[in-house]
């Protein structure tokens, strides 16, 4: 494992700390949280704080293919 995947965040949903990009739901603490934002989402209670446009894309086209760039390698 390298020292990202042990790096201590907070839950986004429940705030607990932990070594939580270590588990398959990374960066949530448990499948439970991940569902619940989930669910905010879906229920628009999250947003994106403005429309995107296509600058918001620049540099995506420079990673490999499969790769995630929101978690770490």
Partial sequence: MDSSA?????CPQCGQRGAWF???WGPFCSE???????GR????????????NAADFNGLD????????????
């Fill in 6 to 10: 042990s790096l201590v965040v907070r």
């Fill in 22 to 24: 270590a588990s398959k």
């Fill in 32 to 38: 439970r949280c991940r569902l619940v934002d989930l």
């Fill in 41 to 52: 989402w879906f229920n628009e209670e999250h947003r994106l704080s403005r429309p995107l």
């Fill in 62 to 73: 420079e990673f490999p293919p499969g790769t995630d760039p929101d978690r770490p390698s």
